[in-house]
């Protein structure tokens, strides 16, 4: 009895003590603090009691784990994990699904339909005593379904009678992660690399851990540790025993690791005068350095793959095509189940056509010619990652070829860390695009899970936004770009609204008028920053290099398409980029449905017209504004609703708590200024070309062209390295 009441006083103790730690945001969605209001409480303390497991591997523990910690935190009762049915609310753990129980609570029908990764989570009777069941068919499935589980508590779902099916859509979810060897990562903005490569593989950093649980509770599973502009160095023995104890400590939370495989490895530390992927020794060198990875780390996923991009070697310096850099790497990998992801992000630096056409003209004619473990990793649009770009019209148009699509969950281009941009509309946005590949509803989404052109191979990347600072990602919201790229990775019909209200309610608060007004601030950040960075389909007008800020009047580089004249084409006639039949003719790489809609003034989306047309300044768009005008009043919207969600921020003030609260504050004012600094910026720019006054209700800029032209950033954070 003593002893009992001891045990319950270190245990309250505990609770108070994990309360009153800052609000840093390392804790990110995974929070877990004691439920506050009685009512909701009483339904979860009436139904669960303790957890019972009839797996027994690593994985399964952690699941246990996960289970006991949460619940015992959310729940105020510890949760413990119990060796049979010991009473009512358990929660059973299993994946048996030849026992009489399991075959009493699902059908076999349920049980079939449930895939390697997916889960089940019913109520149900267990030797007559009420439980929740989660099933799987491995191990892993069971730690998915208690985190699932967990979110429904923190979101304050109603348990009573569950019935909950879960099964991804796309088998490889993916982070990359564009980390260089000494810890800088290019387009980085949350600190240095989480890993320390010299103190490994002796030093493991608590950090490991908790960045594989905060994965595999949005369900990733594999992770690209190194840059794609990548370094022969991560191949050699002394790193692989490195990359080993990281794949270690990733495994039972089913995170595989990935490499970037440098094409000209053979020759940088093999010491071959080639890297030429028809040559038999330089096919041996792979061999053997993927049979010493799979020695070290028998579940190693793959490579991810740069080539005869922006300056990385590949195939094309030994005149070979892609698919024969692609296929010799698989061909090594192939007996091992490895993968090959080969980046369709090529363009030429002498080549005169274009961007936006390139990778298609190059890619295209390959189609079939990809082993069948290969994968095309297609970036959303042709050009790079914009605020807003059309999808990329490779999509539909290599049925034979398994695509998967990567997303920059790091906001490159999107005001880096200090702004707030939620980005799971720009996800769906790609996904939901109907490509007409197949006639009406062949979705990008569809293309890449496999369904549409009946692929088993299937995968999606997120370049990620993780660094070391405290909160992990820089910017707190930036956390809910990594939350909702793993949930849409699993379940692309998962709305941006539905992912964002548990993201709000796990990281911030239940309470309903807060979240609300989070979520508002949410759905339409997107949309602001398109407005006032880049709206009507301008795109690549940001500082060179450094890709911070405006500069719409870069010219006269080394490259044509590094600059902004390129792109937006401003003259006294107008502006945009002529991607029609009179122009660079870009359109016709969509399917003709497509292809006309973007074509046709009248039918081209006004999101994406200075995409594809050359307009006139006075044409009238569907406001009844003219171009000129509406650009002006774009930009000013977009600053507009940064002092809207400013105000609404500040009306949160003693809602949520002190730190989180200081913390988006002070980026919103730095997001202001930078909304500001765009505007201006742009439009005194793009008036040189219209030579219109502003129209009525445009706040004169406080500064010239020439001072915003002047100013400089040489230390902004995330720019590339000179290698
Ligand atoms: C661009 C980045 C550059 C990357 C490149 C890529 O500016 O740093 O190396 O994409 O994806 O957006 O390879």
Redesign the pocket.
Known sequence: MLMNKFIKFLFVSALLIHQTRPEDGYRLWLRYDLISDKNVLKQYTENINYIFCEANSETSSIAVNELRDGLTGLLGKAIVNKSGIKGNGAIVLTKNDNSNFTKSVFTKEELTNTNDDGFIIKTAFYKGKKAIVIYSKKDIGLLYGAFHLLKLIQTHKNIEKLNVHSSPKIQLRLLNH?DNLDRTI??GYAGFSIWDWHKLPDYIDPRYIDYARANASIGINGTVLTN??SNSAVLTHQYLTKVKALADIFRPYGIKVYLTARFSAPIEIGGLNTADPLNNEVRNWWKEKVREIFNLIPDFGGFLV?AN??GQPGPNDYGRNHNDGANMLAEALMPYGGHVMW?A?VYSNDNPEDRAKQAYNEFKPLDGKFLRNVLLQV?NGAI??QPREPFHPLFGAMPNTNLMTEF?ITQ??LGQATSLVYLAPLFKECLDSDTYSQGKGSTVAKVIDGSLEKHSVTGIAG?ANIGNDRNWTGHIFGQANWFAFGKLAWDYDLTPEEIADDWIRMTFTNDIKTKNKILSIMLSSRETVVNYMTPLGLHHIMGWDH?YGPAPWIKDKPRADWTSVYYHKADNIGLGFDRTKTGSNAVSQYHPEVADMFSLLQTCPEKYLLWFHHVSWDYKLKSGKTLWEELCFKYNEGNKSIEETINKWESLRNKIDQERFNHVKMLLKIQQKEAKWWRNACILYFQTFSKQPFPDGFETPNETLEFYHSLRFPYAPGI?PTW
């Open positions: 564009w290019e387009r794609v502009n740069k991009s922006e980046r992000f970036k790079d990652f920059q490159e281009y370049v890709h590339r």
